[in-house]
């Protein structure tokens, strides 16, 4: 099986030297993201800071498909930040309902005690373990268990995990003396008892050439 190595990937993440990273609370990340609409209409997503000026964030397809996306905010207790959106990138779209996608903000974000680049997962091998969803661990459950009527097996990009939806999309994987990485986003819908996690592993790729590109070294 191939793992991905991605020597240049995710600096500004290592840069904390500490387990902040996804790790404030219950293993997982202490703000909220908001999408904000022309007209104001606000959505919550389930996004993390991967660099100083770019989000990995998913939502509903049809969202990114709107050019009327304006602002990104970061809320965390009665503190918000708040960012225009310089560009939304090409969605990576996982099915007809959902999609990933990174989010180019229009200045830097200053860095806190609660907003810090996220740590992501970098191989392509499932952990057996240290799976965890708002502060509940996820275990792996065979890929059966989340077929559909229409689907007889699941993407190459899923995993089958038991157990059902929370108020976070975010999946991360949390091992001792390593820094807890967001492994995936959590599909809040099928099966009450099994969910499917779509992981951010197969994107690396993509995501590390427009966030680090190699001609900017």
Not at 66 to 88: G, Q, R
Not at 102 to 130: A, F, M, Q, R
Not at 196 to 208: A, C, F, G, H, M
Request: a negative charge; glycine letters at 4%.
């Amino acid at each position: 099986m191939t793992i991905f190595v991605c020597l240049k990937l995710f600096p500004a993440c290592e840069e904390t030297h500490d387990l902040r990273s996804a790790a404030i609370h219950n293993n997982t990340i202490p703000y909220e993201v908001h999408l904000v609409l022309a007209g104001g209409k606000i959505i919550k997503s389930g996004g993390v800071l991967i660099e100083k000026r770019f989000v990995l964030i998913t939502s509903s397809r049809w969202l990114f498909l709107d050019s009327n996306i304006e602002k990104l905010e970061f809320l965390f207790s009665d503190t918000v930040v708040s960012k225009k959106i310089k560009k939304v990138h090409p969605t990576l779209e996982y099915d007809s309902l959902d999609a990933i996608a990174l989010i180019e903000l229009d200045s830097d974000v200053d860095n806190n005690y609660w907003l810090y680049p996220t740590c992501l997962h970098t191989s392509e091998i499932i952990p057996k373990s240290g799976l965890m969803n708002d502060g509940k661990t996820l275990k792996i459950a065979q890929d059966s268990n989340c077929f559909d009527s229409d689907s007889k097996k699941l993407s190459p990009f899923e995993i089958c995990v038991d157990g059902g939806c929370s108020l976070s999309e975010l999946v991360f994987l949390v091992e001792e003396e390593t820094t807890p990485r967001l492994f995936g986003f959590l599909r809040c819908y099928g099966d009450d008892n099994y969910r499917r996690v779509q992981k951010v592993s197969p994107y690396l790729d993509l995501i590390e050439n427009i966030v680090w590109p190699k001609n900017e070294n």
